[in-house]
C-alpha cells in the first residue's frame, strides 16, 4: 500500500486530530495509507522537525493543501515539505479551491507593489512546475492520484 504524506496547514486548525483521523480514512478508503503530521507524538521545534521529515523520507507521495494561509500565499512549511519531497524523487500532488491563476487572483501587482507573476498557474512555479495540481479538496486530489497511479 502506497503511503501519502498529508502536508497543509490543516495540523493548526482547532480540531486539528479529528481532521487528520479524517483525511486518514478518506486516503485508506482510495487504497493508500495516510501519514499526518500530528500521528507524531512530540515535542519541541527540532523533534517536530525531525519526525516529519521523516515522514516525508518514508511516503511514496505528498499530498498538499496549497490554499492560501495567513494571506494569499499557502503555508510556507508545506512548500518546505514539497522541496524536500522533490528532493527525495517523491510524487508530489495539490490541492487548492481556486485553481485560477495567481494573476487573475491577484492583479499585476500585490497589496506591497510587488509584481505578480504571470506564467498562467495558479501556484508559485516552483511548486506548480513539479507538481499536479487538482481544484478542490484532499478527495479529489485523492481520485486524481488513483487515477494516475
Do not use: H, W
Amino acid at each position: 500500500m502506497k503511503k501519502i504524506y498529508l502536508a497543509g496547514f490543516d495540523v493548526f486548525s482547532p480540531d486539528a486530530v479529528r481532521k487528520g483521523e479524517e483525511m486518514k480514512a478518506l486516503c485508506a478508503e482510495y487504497g493508500f495509507e495516510g501519514l499526518y503530521p500530528l500521528d507524531n507524538v512530540c515535542s519541541g521545534a527540532r523533534a517536530i522537525f525531525e519526525a516529519n521529515t521523516g515522514m516525508i523520507k518514508e511516503c511514496d507521495i505528498i499530498a498538499a493543501n496549497m490554499n492560501s494561509f495567513r494571506g494569499s500565499e499557502p503555508d510556507s512549511g508545506t512548500a518546505f515539505e514539497l522541496g524536500m519531497g522533490y528532493a527525495l524523487g517523491k510524487k508530489l500532488y495539490c490541492y487548492t479551491s481556486d485553481i485560477r491563476t495567481l494573476r487573475e487572483r491577484l492583479g499585476e501587482k500585490d497589496e506591497n507593489g510587488y509584481q505578480v507573476e504571470d506564467f498562467g498557474l495558479p501556484l508559485n512555479l516552483m511548486i506548480a512546475v513539479p507538481a499536479v495540481i487538482s481544484e478542490g479538496g484532499l478527495k479529489e486530489c485523492l481520485a486524481m492520484i488513483l487515477q494516475a497511479e
